[in-house]
């Protein structure tokens, strides 16, 4: 079945740690992108990608990186975690953008 | 640039009951329209989008929504809901001259349906 997979569902994590979340998907879609998600609901784009090799920073600024080496794998790392980047952080992919995006189910990181 | 208003944060309504997620946006130029859900710890999931076409569309657990040009609303509906469509809703907006624009959420709107 094609879908879209985050690992891992939940991760507590000191200060100063690297930590990268992953995210990977079936459905050979070149545009993924990576939400941050706050307590109030709201969705911030923080980064995006239309292929392999391709990376684009977001609305919302943010201390982590991403890359594309592969189509189907879009992780996201932060090099040293603060109290500041807990959080839910949502991967979603997509073909076009008439077809809405695919979303995974999540990972919400919390840096102690 | 696109924006999306989601007019009430939060929408407390009985079982079997009708209601209304209010979505308002802005731009310039066509869109295409979409509404989310999000229950408890998952991620996003597509409830029915708008392209182009008849304004009303029809989407997945009873849902329904229509498109307004002239008042730039979206506004989805149900009839009649039940405890299960307790979540959170997002509406939202991308131009349909672009595949290369990303979605612009709006801000949410929590639905708690009481028994």
């Known amino acids: 079945e094609a879908d879209i997979y985050q690992t891992p569902r939940y991760l507590v994590i000191g200060t100063g740690k690297k930590i990268t979340l992953e995210c990977s998907q079936t459905?050979?879609?070149?545009?993924m992108y990576w939400y941050q998600q706050d307590p109030g609901m709201e969705l911030h784009l923080i980064h995006y990608s239309y292929g392999v090799n391709s990376t684009e920073k977001g609305d919302l600024s943010s201390e982590s990186t991403v890359s594309r080496i592969r189509t189907e794998h879009f992780p996201l790392t932060l090099e040293s975690a603060r109290p500041s980047h807990t959080s839910q952080y949502l991967c979603?992919?997509?073909?076009?953008?008439?077809?809405?995006?695919?979303f995974g189910s999540g990972t919400r990181l919390t840096v102690v | 640039a696109q924006s999306v208003t989601q007019l009430d944060s939060q929408v407390p309504v009985f079982e079997e009951a009708p209601v209304e997620l209010r979505c308002n946006y802005s731009s310039s130029v066509s869109v295409y329209l979409f509404w989310y859900v999000q229950y408890p710890n998952q991620g996003l999931q597509l409830l029915l989008k708008y392209l182009s076409g008849s304004t009303l569309v029809k989407g997945i657990n009873g849902f329904e929504a229509e498109f307004n040009k002239s008042q730039t609303s979206f506004h989805l509906r149900k009839p009649s809901v039940h405890i299960s469509d307790t979540a959170e809703y997002f509406c939202a907006v991308s131009p349909s001259n672009s595949g290369n624009t990303p979605l612009v959420f709006g801000k949410g709107t929590r639905l708690s349906v009481i028994a």
């Open positions: 459905m050979g879609h070149d545009k």
């Open positions: 979603a992919s997509s073909e076009f953008s008439g077809v809405g995006y695919t």
